[in-house]
């Protein structure tokens, strides 16, 4: 297991990304503690939660000799000694170049300001308060009094730079001059031990570092790779990809010879066909952009079905990208049937905001819902196609096609729980399975995943359309998913054989 | 007062439009009426908030020249312009051409990269490691095969195993989903009639 550095996420131990964040886990490895199992970074070298010692005779090492380095602990932090180092490597070339005087005028306020910064991380001596040196020019700095103890004199700290000593310098205080300056004065000296205070304090380090009977050293934790597709192989996929999504080019309309309509589409067609003359259907397109590739084709199938037994459509959507996908499905359907016209064959009256509100609201009143239609902008009583529908009661059958189940549901439970219709929802294929259960409880009275339903539709409906080509890309892409599927198990397979031999 | 006054705003509108439901009155179907048709109006000044805001976030990060302030840019233009085509031509020529040659192309090239990502992963994660990966992998295959528009030609027996998958498993999985989401949404309620929970406040 593999806890997500960013988001705490508990990935398992193979895990190249957080599942939750997606944040990279390549680079992070972890020592399990032996004393309570917790898991710590790898520089750590006390866990985190028990402060057990995770490598072995490290406690005895900082005990005893009390010089563990600071990188050990926190790599990427730069100590102060650190800081003071690497300004002195950085101001070393200039040196002599300049005096320190005008180093030391050309120094501003902010340069000054600086100490304060510094000075906190640093401990103070007791001689010198890091406040007094909080805006300090740097002058005053320098005229200090320091301590005979001081292992360096001010002037010996300052860098003497000609340029900026910061440049090109990452993770640096800005100019420590004024920061090695308040540190360079002298910690206090220790007061002296007795024997006794000697002898305890000995009896306590034995007892703290003693190590347990049972407890082994850390067992560091590295996360397994696991193995990735090879960038051949990833491109070797994507061209079958694509490959699939052109076969219609080379196939025409072949497989489409060998589709049977299921007893759903069969028995959708089979309610459309009986619709008398003049009757009306409440068709929602409840899906985006996104999914049209997938629900297009069926919805233009059953439109044009529609159109074609002279049945009056009512087109409307609960999701703000379908108004435009039915206002160009009906322009399709209507640049091939010059008699199917806006308003009187059918009517798009557009976008219905407030999921459940608003579906509640076509019960009682569609004037309500939508005070003017899309295109024409004219009330629904004008158009000729709204006379006698005053509600969704009114309407013979309701399509919905959806990408979305909770849209289906709201149809279910918000409008058809109140109105009682026939509902048909004709969804996407992920989302079918969702459905299944208002199937099965009647409440829809069909369900089709869209996917090549349309080519079924066409052929249930006796009609010949363009939309059948979309099955050969549809079974094309089915077959690279089942072919990579046997694939990459073949390949598995292969190499857990080729490791076992190798292990006996 | 404060609390009081939303309290029972809110508690009235949701006896009412629940009774509504239960007691098919013409009275109470009118005041609930009334109040769903309320509900469909804030939810369409939700999307105008949603618009001023999403304009004033952008609008700052342009205005601080923050990074990806050219995106904000271009974000806020598209936004004015087909909001301008919008209201001003509904349902005109110059908003189909926006819909149709900008709208419906992107989604529909993000949607379609999915099938790139599907393939890749389905070489990662179809492997029969355990016990429970071959089960999810003949599942898989099985109703992958039945995907196939001629998969009723392979084999009949082919959408038979699909249907049983889906109607006996898959459909009980869902229904306990289903059953589940419905008792959570009905203490949700009752804490909110209840005062319990009080979001609104």
């Not at chain 1, 005779?57 to 005893?64: D, F």
């Not at chain 1, 001059?177 to 009896?203: G, I, M």
């Not at chain 1, 249930?460 to 198990?489: K, Q, R």
């Not at chain 2, 459909?171 to 419905?182: F, K, S, W, Y």
Request: hydrophobic share 45%.
């Amino acid at each position: 297991m593999i806890v997500c550095p960013a988001c705490n996420h508990r990935n398992p131990s193979d895990a190249l990304v957080c599942e939750a964040c997606g944040g990279s886990l390549e680079h992070f490895v972890y020592r399990a503690c032996p004393s309570c199992g917790a898991l710590n970074p790898a520089e750590n070298v006390f866990c985190h939660r028990c402060f057990d010692d995770l490598v072995p005779g490290s406690a005895e090492t900082i005990v005893e000799a009390s010089d563990i380095p600071v990188e050990s602990f926190v790599p990427s932090e730069p100590s102060v000694t650190d800081r003071e180092e690497a300004v002195r490597e950085a101001a070393a070339p200039p040196v002599g170049e300049r005096p320190t005087s005008d180093l030391i005028l050309e120094a501003d306020a902010e340069v000054a300001t600086t100490a304060e910064v510094v000075s906190e991380e640093t401990e103070p001596g007791p001689l010198a308060e890091p406040q007094q040196l909080v805006g300090e020019p740097i002058e005053r700095l320098e005229a200090a009094p320091s301590e005979p103890e001081a292992p360096m004199q001010p002037s010996e700290l300052i860098p003497e730079a000609e340029e900026d000593v910061l440049e090109g310098l990452e993770g640096l205080v800005p100019i420590a001059a004024a920061a090695t300056q308040a540190h360079a004065f002298a910690l206090p000296v220790p007061p002296s031990v007795s024997e006794t205070e000697q002898h305890d304090a000995e009896l306590f380090h034995s007892i703290a570092s003693e190590r347990g009977p049972l407890r082994d050293a850390a067992r560091v934790v590295i996360p397994r790779r696991a193995r990735l597709l090879s960038r051949r192989g990833r491109a070797l996929l994507y061209l079958l990809v694509l490959l699939a999504a052109l076969t219609p080019v080379f196939t025409g309309d072949r497989t489409s010879l060998l589709l049977r309509p299921r007893d759903s589409v069969t028995s959708l067609a089979r309610d459309i066909q009986s619709l008398p003359t003049g009757s009306a259907v409440l068709i929602s397109f409840d899906y985006g952009p996104a999914y049209a590739g997938e629900v297009d084709p069926l919805a233009l199938a059953v439109g044009r079905h529609l159109a074609a037994s002279q049945v009056r459509v009512v087109a409307m959507s609960t999701d703000p990208g379908g108004v435009g996908l039915a206002e160009h499905l009906y322009r399709t359907i209507a640049g091939e049937m010059p008699d199917y016209r806006y308003g009187e064959s059918y009517a798009i009256l557009g976008y219905l905001p407030g999921p459940e509100a608003g579906l509640r609201t076509l019960c009682t009143s569609l004037g309500k819902a939508f005070k003017v239609d899309y295109v024409q902008r004219r009330t629904l009583s004008e158009l000729p196609v709204m006379k006698d529908l005053t509600s969704v009661q009114d309407f013979d059958q309701v399509i919905v096609f959806a990408d979305d189940s909770r849209s289906v549901r709201s149809w279910i439970e918000q409008v058809q729980s109140q109105c009682n219709f026939s509902l048909h929802a004709l969804v996407t294929a992920a989302i079918e399975p969702m459905l299944l259960p208002y199937q099965q409880s009647g409440q829809l009275s069909t369900l089709i995943a869209a996917a090549h339903s349309a080519g079924e539709y066409e052929k249930a409906s006796g009609m010949e359309e363009p939309s059948l080509h979309w099955t050969d890309a549809y079974g094309a892409f089915c077959l690279v998913l089942l072919v990579t599927a046997i694939a990459t198990n073949v390949a598995y397979l292969r190499t857990r054989a080729r490791q076992r031999s190798h292990g006996q | 007062m404060k609390k009081i006054l939303p309290m029972a705003a809110a508690i009235l509108c949701g006896l009412f439009v629940l009774t509504d439901f239960f007691v098919p009155h013409p009275s109470i179907g009118a005041v609930a009426a009334v109040l769903v048709e309320g509900a469909t109006i804030l939810a369409a000044f939700a999307l105008f908030l949603g618009v001023v805001n999403l304009l004033s976030v952008h609008g700052r990060r342009v205005a601080r020249e923050a990074r990806g302030r050219g995106l904000g840019v271009v974000l806020i233009a598209s936004l004015l312009a087909t909001l301008a085509i919008g209201v001003a031509l509904p349902g005109s020529a110059a908003l189909n051409w926006v819909f149709d040659y900008v709208y419906y192309p992107l989604q529909a090239t993000m949607a379609a990269l999915l099938a790139f990502f599907v393939v890749s992963a389905a070489y990662r994660a179809f492997r029969v490691r355990t016990a429970q990966a071959a089960i999810m992998l003949v599942s898989s295959l099985l109703v992958i095969a039945t995907q196939l528009p001629f998969g009723q030609a392979i084999s009949p027996y082919l959408p038979i195993a699909r249907d049983w998958i889906l109607t006996v498993p898959v459909t009980a999985g869902m229904r306990g989903i289903v059953l589940g989401t419905a008792l959570g949404t009905m203490a949700t309620a009752l804490r909110i009639l209840l005062t319990v929970d009080r979001p609104y406040v």
